[in-house]
């Protein structure tokens, strides 16, 4: 088994140590993509959940592109909502995004780390 770590360039830095993917390599490829934050590469942010909703969603999507996946490979997603008001603007951007994919899905409401992310999104994904 082989690990590698993938940190796309067209993404935020991670900042603490640890890497935005881990890519085991085995007989089969799994990709576990750390909590994608709703910030641009410059770190900066959309006001609206909107907006932190969409790019926590890009930065995931950079996230598998750097692994050589996409969202068809996304296997099991889970999102943490610092506001349970966003659930229904968050599950139809999500909705919309996905199309028909199915994954395994998990929402969560907890405090997030930084005040002002509204959402963070992690995934595992599988080639």
């Given at each position: 088994m082989r690990l590698i770590a993938h940190d796309a360039p067209d993404a935020p830095a991670a900042q603490g140590g640890y890497a935005q993917a881990m890519e085991v390599v085995a007989a089969a490829r799994l990709l576990f993509v750390s909590g994608q934050v709703p910030l641009f590469a410059d770190g900066s942010r959309p006001d609206d959940f909107a907006g932190q909703c969409r790019q926590a969603w890009a930065n995931l999507e950079a996230q598998l592109r750097a692994a050589g996946m996409g969202l068809d490979n996304l296997v099991k997603v889970t999102t943490f909502l610092a506001r349970r008001e966003d659930a229904a603007e968050?599950?139809?951007?999500?909705?919309?995004i996905l199309g028909g994919r199915r994954v395994a899905l998990t929402v969560i409401l907890p405090a997030i780390f930084d005040e002002a992310w509204l959402i963070e999104i992690e995934a595992v994904a599988a080639a």
């Amino acid at each position: 088994m082989r690990l590698i770590a993938h940190d796309a360039p067209d993404a935020p830095a991670a900042q603490g140590g640890y890497a935005q993917a881990m890519e085991v390599v085995a007989a089969a490829r799994l990709l576990f993509v750390s909590g994608q934050v709703p910030l641009f590469a410059d770190g900066s942010r959309p006001d609206d959940f909107a907006g932190q909703c969409r790019q926590a969603w890009a930065n995931l999507e950079a996230q598998l592109r750097a692994a050589g996946m996409g969202l068809d490979n996304l296997v099991k997603v889970t999102t943490f909502l610092a506001r349970r008001e966003d659930a229904a603007e968050n599950r139809a951007i999500r909705n919309e995004i996905l199309g028909g994919r199915r994954v395994a899905l998990t929402v969560i409401l907890p405090a997030i780390f930084d005040e002002a992310w509204l959402i963070e999104i992690e995934a595992v994904a599988a080639a």
